[in-house]
């Protein structure tokens, strides 16, 4: 089955400094992959996704890119800010298959 | 769009009982709808795949008997856990997978706490 990586498992950043989240895969065939935010206490939020035909794609702060030759994902925040603190998490799917999770990074954005 | 209600948010049972959650998809019809426990500081982890009208697809070491899984509509899903034991507290989340889409959105989750 797909096996997704996630580094690194804790992040701690300045307020307006950018933070880089890096994800692998194992599943050549896998062709979707979301990113999720949770808070505290709360269910995970889709923040972006992106589909293996497709390498970049941004949404005003938040971009993620992918690799499928080395079978690598990252979500890229810029300028930072304190409500961008939560866990975040990565996965991975084929088609319609369950969607497996990496292990969560932990963001701190120190005001 | 694409909201994913979950109710209780929170319970508190005794050993021995029996709890439902409801999951929800308030704007869109699932076919296809996902139960996640997640423990403190850890991961997502699938318990079982919930198809409308049909019987749930459960993940290895997850007893059915134990988490009865229920979808009788395109917008509802129930778990029940059936005797549940203090190891049973964690947080559930469901999820909803749009019709013909590859997306899933989330609930706010449920923490159960079994005492």
């Known amino acids: 089955g797909e096996n997704v990586e996630q580094h690194p498992s804790t992040l701690s950043v300045q307020e307006g400094d950018s933070a880089v989240i890096k994800c692998t895969y194992s599943d050549s065939a896998s062709n979707y992959f979301p990113w999720y935010k949770q808070e505290l206490g709360k269910g995970p939020q889709l923040i972006i996704d992106?589909?293996?035909?497709?390498g970049e794609k941004k949404d005003q702060r938040i971009a993620v890119t992918l690799n499928k030759t080395a079978k690598h994902f990252s979500l890229h925040i810029t300028e930072t800010q304190p409500e961008d603190s939560a866990v975040y998490f990565c996965?991975?799917?084929?088609?319609?298959?369950?969607?497996?999770f990496g292990t969560g990074t932990k963001l701190q954005v120190i005001p | 769009g694409a909201v994913v209600s979950q109710h209780p948010s929170w319970v508190i049972c005794k050993s021995g009982t029996s709890v439902k959650i409801e999951c929800r998809s308030l704007?869109?019809?699932?076919?296809?709808m996902f139960w996640y426990r997640q423990f403190p500081k850890q991961s997502l982890m699938l318990m079982a795949t919930s198809n409308e009208g049909s019987k749930a697809t459960y993940e290895q070491g997850v007893e059915k008997d134990k988490f009865l899984i229920n979808h009788a509509s395109l917008t509802l899903s129930t778990l029940t856990v059936t005797s549940a034991h203090p190891e049973d507290s964690s947080f559930y989340i469901c999820s909803a997978r749009l019709i013909g889409a590859d997306t899933q959105y989330f609930g706010p989750g449920t923490r159960l706490t079994v005492l």
């Open positions: 996965a991975a799917s084929r088609g319609y298959q369950k969607v497996t």
């Open positions: 704007d869109f019809q699932a076919t296809t």
């Open positions: 992106i589909r293996s035909n497709v």
